[in-house]
């Protein structure tokens, strides 16, 4: 989510920004060495030029794609204090061999993020967790609209990563559309799950929403505190499903 009237120019910055970020992130684990990194590329032009051998290819890499708005991509404070970051952390101190890829971007909306899923989803992924909606509900957009929005970003995963289970968190929005649309909008996120059969964070923002110590002075956004919370939140419903993908 962000603030109201931010200038259109700047969210197209930051779109080229996420993007380049992105391409970067699909490319190189964050946590890999420089060795590392030099032995993949080697490992990557050797196999273009067929002389690969096989104990030398590289692994292929189970990805934990988080895509969002504002709240993914950690506004306002470093990404390495966002909750995907820290989800990361968790995973690497589980022992769970996953990269984590940030597809957040600051003022998306579902439409936006309806419109780029195709082009983030280059490679398939093990599990995809989808954040969306928050700015749709605060700029009192049709729920319809909304719903049909994530839905066909729900369909554009089965398509790309069959095998990919897919998150959806929940989110909530101050009253102010009124009791009807508040309330429809909160049971928008339940709907899809039970219809998809997805995993369901019932409010991603649970024990954060509201506190103001653990939000922004825009009294939107998580503090590094308050994503460390979001984590907690994220990683009740992710970690079940890691459990499944290790017995599967």
Same mark, same amino acid.
């Given at each position: 989510?962000k603030l109201?009237?931010?200038?259109?120019?700047?969210?197209?910055y930051?779109?080229?920004?996420? *993007?380049?970020l992105?391409?970067?992130?699909?490319?190189?684990?964050?946590?890999?060495?420089q060795?590392?990194t *030099?032995?993949?590329?080697?490992?990557a032009?050797a196999?273009?030029?067929?002389?690969?051998?096989p104990a #030398?290819q590289?692994?292929?890499? %189970?990805?934990? $794609?988080?895509?969002?708005n504002?709240?993914t991509?950690g506004y306002?404070?470093?990404? *390495?204090?966002?909750?995907?970051?820290?989800?990361g952390? %968790?995973?690497d *101190?589980a022992g769970?061999?996953?990269k984590v890829?940030?597809a957040?971007l600051?003022?998306?909306?579902?439409?936006?993020g309806?419109?780029?899923i195709?082009?983030?989803l280059r490679?398939?992924?093990?599990?995809f967790? $989808? #954040?969306?909606?928050?700015?749709?509900?605060?700029?009192g957009?049709?729920?319809?609209?909304t719903?049909? @929005?994530?839905?066909?970003i729900?369909?554009?995963? %089965?398509? %790309?990563?069959?095998?990919?289970?897919?998150?959806?968190?929940?989110?909530?929005?101050p009253?102010?559309?009124g009791?009807?649309?508040?309330s429809?909008?909160?049971?928008?996120?339940?709907?899809?799950a039970r219809? @998809?059969n997805?995993a369901?964070?019932?409010f991603?923002l649970e024990?954060?929403?509201?506190?103001r110590?653990?939000?922004?002075?825009?009294?939107?956004?998580?503090?590094p #505190?308050?994503?460390?919370?979001v984590?907690?939140?994220v990683?009740?419903?992710? #970690?079940?499903?890691?459990?499944?993908?290790?017995e599967g």
């Open positions: 989510m109201r009237n931010q200038p259109s120019l700047i969210r197209a930051t779109f080229l920004l996420i *993007s380049l992105l391409g970067s992130l699909w490319g190189c684990d964050s946590g890999e060495n060795a590392e *030099s032995q993949r590329r080697k490992g032009n196999e273009n030029s067929n002389t690969q051998k #030398e590289p692994t292929t890499e %189970k990805i934990i $794609l988080f895509y969002g504002s709240l991509a306002g404070i470093e990404p *390495s204090q966002a909750f995907p970051a820290l989800i952390a %968790k995973l *101190s769970y061999q996953y890829v940030n957040g600051s003022g998306e909306t579902t439409a936006g309806r419109s780029r195709g082009w983030v490679q398939p992924v093990s599990i967790v $989808l #954040e969306l909606g928050g700015n749709d509900g605060l700029r957009i049709p729920l319809t609209a719903k049909q @929005n994530l839905q066909a729900i369909d554009t995963v %089965k398509a %790309k990563s069959p095998e990919a289970k897919i998150v959806i968190a929940g989110m909530q929005i009253p102010n559309m009791p009807e649309y508040t429809r909008f909160r049971e928008l996120y339940k709907e899809l219809e @998809n997805l369901l964070i019932p991603l024990g954060v929403g509201g506190i110590r653990l939000n922004l002075p825009d009294g939107i956004h998580p503090t #505190e308050g994503h460390k919370v984590a907690k939140n990683w009740q419903v992710l #970690e079940p499903l890691l459990e499944e993908e290790a």
